[in-house]
């Protein structure tokens, strides 16, 4: 099929792209290196106000999940390493709803995409689609999680604390989130999207607070990261303080977004979007594009125009969240797994994040049609940026419109001069 003609290409040729200069960002960079992050779980733990909440001989449960958590295999085999050294048996259950294609190998084949295999953990993986009923939430609905998970002596709710690419609320991505949606597999993602992203922040604290009761969660372990996507806190709760306490690590979190440290761009220009990304591919947090749902209202930057050149190999073919671009390129499409880009969109009722925007030849021609469509910009002095993704930030391409914008803050370093866009023979960015 050919997606573009001699006329779009002549209109794409027309529009000539700034010089950029680039630029790195300075954020917190306090973490925990990877070879310390084992004793740093055994320590959080074993605190002992936890109390002892693994007895010899039982079995114990893991959640891993579908987001790319930094170190989540060495995160992951350190929780595991500590319930054996109390006498319990671990074992790992994959808990991401309907992600890997909502089938048991598909989501079994992500978390080893990532390393959480039972060869490295030295614990089975258990992965199964079926679920059962434990018991009923406070609006008397069914409330299902994971087979393996329920018939467990205890469960270890591992996850990533951070703000939710869809909606905003005490509670977004994080462990209430990995019990109501992760371990509630494609039942429980089903019921918490059924009524739109509108009642996400209140279904996932209602499904959350339902199996903290009626399930055998033994240990809730918050994960935080710092801006470079570097592990960078524990915080070990018991069951019941995870509902008081995860707010307030959501605050931190925030805190913690590699934001871009501009207002307002004419054309955003993201390298590669996927699931091991951001849920929606790019966090609209981070990029202020994307927000294909009114329930997300702050943004650190308005932008008119987005450009989407690729998709990361781990997102395994699922381009959910293209539809907040505005135009991408032949390469990505002809990547698109759609059987689950639409299982994914279809779950989470976000049909808008799986539109197909513009498909131009190439990266080239796809930025020049976003720049061209972007109402208001200076044609002489457009104000582009350049990131590779919404995970890492640190370092980005301006404009050289910019540059005086950049050298005003504090939090941006210039390091470079201006530079031609680096295209190669097809058109393509290196």
């Not at 395994?316 to 698109?336: C, E, S």
Request: charged fraction near 25%.
């Amino acid at each position: 099929m050919n997606f573009n003609n001699n006329v779009i290409k002549q209109l794409c040729a027309e529009v000539k792209l700034p010089r950029m200069v680039k630029t790195r960002q300075l954020f917190d960079k306090e973490h925990i290196e990877p070879e310390a992050i084992p004793q740093a779980v055994f320590a959080e733990m074993s605190r002992p106000e936890l109390g002892a909440y693994i007895k010899p001989g039982m079995t114990i449960a893991i959640t891993c999940g579908s987001r790319g958590v930094a170190n989540v295999a060495v995160i992951t085999k350190a929780i595991a390493d500590f319930v054996k050294s109390k006498g319990g048996k671990p074992f790992v259950v994959p808990a991401m709803g309907s992600h890997g294609g909502a089938t048991a190998e598909g989501q079994k084949a992500l978390i080893e995409s990532y390393g959480v295999t039972e060869a490295f953990t030295n614990c089975p993986v258990r992965s199964s689609m079926e679920t059962v009923i434990i018991g009923k939430n406070d609006e008397g609905q069914d409330v299902r999680i994971d087979k393996n998970a329920a018939g467990a002596d205890g469960i270890i709710v591992a996850g990533r604390v951070k703000p939710h690419t869809d909606f905003h609320g005490e509670y977004e991505s994080g462990l209430m989130k990995m019990m109501a949606i992760g371990l509630g597999k494609r039942e429980g993602a089903d019921v918490c999207h059924e009524r739109g992203f509108g009642f996400m922040a209140h279904r996932v604290h209602l499904f959350g607070r339902a199996i903290v009761k009626h399930a055998p969660i033994a240990l809730g372990l918050a994960i935080l990261e710092n801006a470079y996507c570097e592990t960078c806190r524990f915080a070990a709760l018991k069951p019941e303080d995870i509902e008081r306490e995860e707010p307030a690590l959501l605050n931190e979190a925030r805190g913690h977004l590699p934001i871009i440290f501009f207002k307002t761009a004419d054309v955003l220009v993201v390298d590669r979007i996927g699931k091991d990304i951001s849920g929606t591919g790019m966090d609209p947090n981070v990029t202020g594009t994307g927000y294909c749902t009114p329930f997300i209202t702050q943004s650190c930057i308005e932008v008119k125009r987005t450009a989407v050149l690729d998709l990361t190999p781990d997102t395994h073919g699922t381009a959910f969240g293209i539809g907040a671009a505005h135009t991408t390129t032949r390469r990505l499409f002809d990547k698109i797994d759609f059987d689950a880009t639409y299982v994914n969109a279809a779950t989470s009722r976000g049909l808008d994040q799986v539109k197909i925007p513009c498909v131009m030849d190439n990266d080239k021609e796809a930025i020049q049609l976003a720049l061209r469509t972007s109402l208001g910009a200076d044609k002489n002095a457009p104000r582009v940026i350049r990131v590779p993704d919404s995970l890492h930030t640190e370092t980005i391409w301006i404009s050289e419109a910019m540059c005086k914008e950049a050298e005003s803050n504090n939090k941006l370093n210039i390091i470079g001069g201006p530079e031609d866009w680096p295209f190669d023979a097809n058109g393509n960015l290196w």
